[in-house]
């Protein structure tokens, strides 16, 4: 089953680092993944998600690299973690060594995408918004035909999870 659209609703930051999880096992390499959303609505909270779902090792953990633009940490492909937020503008990730990752060997989940004065070829766009308290709804849009059949996983493996548990 592929998707085009999705959306749903954590009411914890457990639930949102679950909902990465399951996406991270359920990732493949050489997927692009575009994050937006306003400060502190959880983009780095499902970023650590999807390292806990690669198998990234605590040791290494997944944490906004605001200050140093991209972080790779090491699961059972590698995960590309660019954060564009201290950017005030981004006309060219070339600089950035972005070409290199992109679409190659490993995840890569882009912060602050929206920050972008042009488009970035990807296989999804999730965007995250805080509904009050930890709430959060995260709106999932597929941009290829990779990104469809994983949401359509995605939301399989989703409403078979009980976070109450």
Same mark, same amino acid.
């Given at each position: 089953?592929?998707?085009?659209? !999705?959306?749903?609703?954590?009411?914890?930051?457990?639930?949102?680092? $679950?909902? +990465?999880?399951? @996406?991270?096992?359920?990732?493949?390499?050489?997927?692009?993944v575009l994050l937006s959303?306003?400060?502190?609505?959880?983009?780095?909270?499902?970023?650590?998600?999807?390292?806990? +779902?690669?198998?990234?090792?605590?040791?290494? &953990? *997944?944490?906004? &690299?605001?200050?140093?633009?991209?972080?790779?940490?090491? +699961?059972?492909? &590698?995960?590309?973690? @660019?954060? %564009?937020?201290?950017?005030?503008?981004?006309?060219?990730?070339?600089? %950035?060594?972005?070409? $290199?990752?992109?679409?190659?060997?490993?995840?890569?989940?882009?912060? !602050?995408?929206?920050?972008?004065?042009?488009?970035?070829?990807?296989?999804?766009?999730?965007?995250? $918004?805080s509904l009050g308290g930890?709430?959060?709804?995260?709106?999932?849009?597929?941009?290829?035909?990779?990104?469809?059949?994983?949401?359509?996983? %995605?939301?399989?493996? !989703?409403?078979? *999870?009980?976070?109450?548990?």
């Amino acid at each position: 089953m592929t998707l085009q659209a !999705w959306e749903t609703t954590t009411c914890s930051a457990t639930e949102t680092r $679950e909902l +990465g999880r399951i @996406f991270g096992r359920l990732a493949e390499a050489g997927l692009v993944v575009l994050l937006s959303g306003q400060l502190g609505a959880g983009k780095t909270c499902f970023a650590q998600g999807v390292g806990d +779902g690669l198998g990234v090792a605590p040791s290494s &953990p *997944v944490t906004s &690299p605001s200050y140093t633009l991209l972080n790779i940490h090491q +699961g059972r492909f &590698p995960l590309y973690h @660019f954060d %564009l937020y201290r950017l005030a503008q981004v006309d060219d990730l070339a600089d %950035l060594g972005y070409d $290199e990752y992109a679409e190659g060997e490993g995840l890569t989940l882009v912060e !602050w995408a929206d920050r972008m004065s042009g488009s970035l070829i990807s296989s999804l766009e999730v965007a995250i $918004e805080s509904l009050g308290g930890d709430r959060r709804r995260l709106h999932f849009t597929a941009r290829d035909d990779r990104g469809g059949e994983l949401l359509g996983q %995605l939301v399989r493996k !989703w409403t078979a *999870v009980d976070i109450s548990s």
